[in-house]
């Protein structure tokens, strides 16, 4: 019975003649779903971001110890002692349970940083690329100055000038991570807007905004996609950094990048206390970039055109 | 007789959701030193035949033939490393798309310049003189304007002779047009004709000419394979065509306007599910 | 009678300096309505870039355009798309490589503030002779046949009188540009419609066309009937030229 309602679901996905708006979209999903998990690697990763999720979900439910109680008779425990799975660091605070809630920090700033530096660089690469003229230099120019300089140095730029913090350093790293999407997004676009499916929008009287919006960006979005998905390890790795430097989480923040800046003090005698949360960036980075090789098979245009 | 090009057998398969689709079936054909046509209706595996001699089809799409040799040497057994000589230096292909297979945000003349450096170690200067006689060649008035435009800044029929310009830079032993002249006017057409018939006559290149003008192949070309649903089913010399028997081809002939027979109506094909099911005519036929 | 469309002294241009391309240089002729008019020529004489002009997409030109009467500005407004639309000449580029059907048809319906636009979509579908099946299918499930009757129907759906076509048939097999052209010629008989049409293929210009205007580097050279061209009389040695080439290829050694 159940296998007999599957195969309808299937076959009614898969059709080639869909009879419905509805029918089309979710076919079309199915569709990259279906080459998604034919991709072990991808699915691998897409595994290890869901542990992620359900671990940020539940984290007062999964973490053994409150991450913020200190217990100073218990300091730097080695890995595997009783209760402490993972160690205690230099405040006897538990090492898991602040991994944990930590996960929690990660995906804030990820999800943060995901929407708004696409999204801007979405909106002045295309923007910038279908105008052209003085609006394309103007933009253009601006993008390039940000090229210009390192991502952290710039963050760190920013950071001293907003004050230390989670929020600002969200804020930093989407400043300095806009550009390389904008600059994708106008090339994108430069190919674009001169083919005859745009000239045939404009001969329906659409605007510059509608066109923009309903008819490039869809184009735009899906190499974004892959291209943030595979950037999400670098913003780690900065939102780390920045918290590496004390400008980013504040203690007793259990932000992993912090984390190992507290334990860098030890990391002779006390390997763990840092390494731990140094793993747990090293697997969640390898996840997105697993995941974003998979998802540039599943979403290369090239694939919907023949 | 020894034949510049020699298929047997050969197969392009695609794997989908559904089933494997066969996109050509069993194709054998040779070709010497001569101008041999592939005509038929879309999507009836012409462009998949010239991808398949080159190994040019995208994955997951399979290439699978008895043999495929050029000159007596096998191109199957080859590796990807010495295809790429082979592509380009003796077999080119002229692609039937000219507006995707040019790079959008690159200059008509900066593409042509890089791509016959690729093949000759020639100056930049060199390069450029050659790319200018080779616009020349194919009519193109104001080649000079032309190298410094954008693909979206030339005519339909521009692009199409650029590429022809391009592919015939490296001087080939065979060249593979795929429907190069469909968006070209009789007269230029003509031209670009002279050109490939020259390099035919002269420098013994054989030609693959992949078109659905029948009248243009009929007078062209010296063979034609006409191709249905993934098979050839009906080879014949090209002066013959007009004479063909296949109730498809003359359904094709049909279905041409003429200038001096005005009528209302032009005949639609009307497709007999027993072609595709016949099996490919062999070489020899 | 007033012209559904006529043209004046066209100049169309690109660009400035050394770069500037004069495409299409003192065009002058006039289609009547419900006429069938043919643009033939040399491949970049300016075929595609008189229609372009006329619908606003090559900016730069002067002389006088006019269409049923109302001369035109630099800017084309919604009753102007509304009365001219335009088929183009590649089906493979014209259709967003993302938009089902559907999509694209529902958009232009929108975009012409119609209502009942479901209700049309079938219409148009049926129209092109296409039917639903294909409504929710997207460009690369399609053949190059059946793109370009969407590209028909997403030009008919604000019911234009006037249509514009690019080369509708050149990148189609025989057996579809057969399909294809009774399909035009169905729905000029039952909308009816003028169109301008370009074409390299003068037999197809010969079945569709009454009257047709010869073009050579930007210029028109002769403005005849298909009468006229059947019997081969021309008195421009460029048109003689093309009518004697489209009778065959003939080899440089024969
Ligand atoms: N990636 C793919 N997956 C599945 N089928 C494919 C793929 N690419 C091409 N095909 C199919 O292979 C068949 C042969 O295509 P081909 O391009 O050779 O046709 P053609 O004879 O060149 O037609 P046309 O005159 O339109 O260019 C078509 O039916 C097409 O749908
Ligand atoms: N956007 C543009 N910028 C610069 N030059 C252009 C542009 N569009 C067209 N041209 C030039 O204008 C001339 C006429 O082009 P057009 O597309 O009108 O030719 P056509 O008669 O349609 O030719 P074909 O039959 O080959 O399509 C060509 O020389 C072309 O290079
Ligand atoms: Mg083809
Ligand atoms: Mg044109």
Redesign the pocket.
């Known amino acids: 019975m159940t296998t007999e309602t599957s195969e309808g679901l299937r076959a009614w996905l898969l059709t080639e003649t869909p009879h419905s708006r509805w029918q089309a979209r979710m076919g079309s999903f199915y569709q990259g779903w279906l080459t998604l998990r034919g991709n072990p690697m991808a699915m691998f990763g897409i595994a290890i971001l869901v542990l992620l999720l359900l671990l940020a979900a539940f984290a007062p439910l999964i973490a053994p110890h409150d991450p913020f109680a200190q217990d100073l008779s218990n300091r730097l425990k080695p890995l595997g002692t009783a209760g402490h799975m993972l160690g205690t660091d230099s405040l006897g605070r538990d090492i898991l349970s602040r991994l944990i809630h930590g996960s929690r920090i990660t995906l804030y700033i990820v999800a943060l940083v995901a929407l708004i530096a696409p999204i801007a660089g979405l909106l002045v690469g295309t923007v910038s690329g279908y105008l052209g003229g003085w609006v394309d230099l103007v933009l253009m120019r601006v993008t390039d100055i940000f090229l210009a300089f390192p991502r952290l140095v710039l963050a760190l730029a920013f950071v001293a000038a907003l004050g230390a913090g989670i929020e600002n350093a969200v804020l930093a790293i989407s400043l300095t991570a806009w550009p390389p999407y904008a600059r994708i997004a106008r090339a994108e676009t430069l190919t674009i807007r001169n083919s005859d499916y745009i000239s045939a929008v404009r001969l329906q009287g659409a605007g510059p905004l509608r066109i923009i919006t309903k008819h490039i960006w869809p184009l735009c979005i899906s190499s974004l996609i892959v291209r943030v998905t595979l950037d999400m390890a670098g913003i780690i790795l900065a939102a780390a950094g920045l918290g590496f430097l004390g400008l980013g989480a504040q203690p007793p923040s259990p932000e992993w990048g912090a984390m190992i800046s507290e334990g860098r003090r030890f990391i002779l005698d006390h390997w763990w206390v840092a390494t731990m949360p140094g793993l747990a960036i090293f697997t969640v980075s390898l996840a997105f970039n697993l995941l974003g090789d998979g998802l540039r098979d599943v979403l290369d245009p090239k694939d919907g055109s ?1 | 007789m020894s034949d510049l090009l020699n298929v047997e057998n050969l197969w392009v398969k ?1 794997p ?1 959701r559904t089933g494997v ?1 066969d ?1 050509v079936r069993g194709v054998s054909f040779r070709l010497g030193r001569e101008r041999l046509g592939i005509v ?1 209706e ?7 035949t010239g991808r398949a001699i080159l190994r040019l089809i ?1 994955k997951p ?1 399979m290439v699978e033939a008895d043999r495929i040799e050029l000159d007596g040497e096998d191109l199957l057994g080859k590796s990807e490393k010495d295809m790429r000589a082979v592509r380009g230096q003796r077999i080119s292909m002229v692609m ?1 798309d000219p507006k995707f297979s040019l790079n959008p945000v690159m200059t008509v003349g900066d593409q042509m310049i890089e791509a016959y450096r690729l093949h000759a170690r020639a100056s930049k200067a060199e390069a450029r003189q050659k790319a200018l006689e080779m616009l020349e060649a194919v009519l193109i008035r104001d080649p000079e304007r032309v190298m410094r435009a954008y693909p979206h800044e030339v005519s339909g029929g521009m692009g199409q002779r650029i590429m022809i310009a391009m592919m015939l830079i490296p001087d080939p032993e065979l060249l593979i047009a795929d ?1 190069p002249t469909s968006a070209l006017d009789v007269s230029v057409q003509g031209q670009v004709l002279s050109i490939m018939d020259k390099l035919v006559q002269d420098r013994g290149m054989g030609l693959i000419f992949i078109s ?1 003008d029948l009248n243009l192949v009929a007078q062209f070309c010296d063979r034609v394979l006409i191709m249905y649903a993934g098979r050839v089913v009906e080879t014949c010399a090209a002066d013959k065509l007009h004479e063909a028997t296949h109730p498809y081809t003359r359904g094709l002939l049909n279905s041409l306007p003429r200038i001096d027979a005005p009528r209302d109506r032009l005949d639609v094909l009307q497709r007999d599910p027993a072609w595709a099911a016949a099996p490919s005519i062999g070489p020899d036929a | 009678m007033t012209p559904a469309l006529s043209f004046e002294n066209l100049n169309v241009w690109f660009g400035d300096g050394r770069d500037r391309v004069d495409a299409v240089k003192g065009a002058t002729f006039d289609v009547a309505p419900g006429d069938s008019f043919g643009l033939v020529g040399e491949s970049g004489s300016g075929k595609s870039t008189i229609m372009r002009a006329l619908t606003g997409l090559a900016p730069h030109w002067s002389g006088r355009m006019a269409v049923n009467g109302q001369p035109l500005g630099p800017k084309r407004d919604r009753e102007f798309f509304k009365t001219v639309q335009m088929v183009f000449q590649d089906p493979y580029a014209s259709l967003h490589p993302r938009h089902s059907v559907d999509q694209v048809l529902s958009e232009t319906l929108y975009l012409h503030g119609m209502k009942d636009i479901d209700a049309r979509i079938v219409r148009l579908l049926d129209d092109v002779g296409l039917g639903s099946r294909f409504r929710f299918r997207y460009p690369h499930q399609l053949s ?1 046949g059946q793109r370009q009757r969407v590209a028909i129907a997403r030009a008919l759906a604000s019911d234009p009188a006037i249509l514009l076509l690019d080369e509708p048939t050149s990148a189609l ?1 025989v057996s579809v540009q057969a399909e294809i052209l009774n399909l035009l010629t169905d729905l000029r008989a039952e909308h009816n419609l003028t169109f301008l049409m370009v074409s390299h293929d003068l037999a197809v210009v010969s079945h569709m066309c009454s009257q047709l205007a010869v073009m050579q580097n930007g210029e028109i050279v002769e403005v005849m009937t298909v009468d006229a061209m059947r019997r081969m009389t021309s008195d421009h040695p460029y048109t003689r030229a093309l009518l004697e080439a489209s009778l065959g290829y003939r080899r440089a050694a024969e």
Do not use: L, N
């Not at chain 2, 879309?42 to 998949?48: D, E, L, Q, V």
């Open positions: 023949q | 695609f989908t689709f996109a038929g879309s999507g009836s595996g012409k462009s998949m995208r799409g039937q429907e659905h | 190059g097999d």
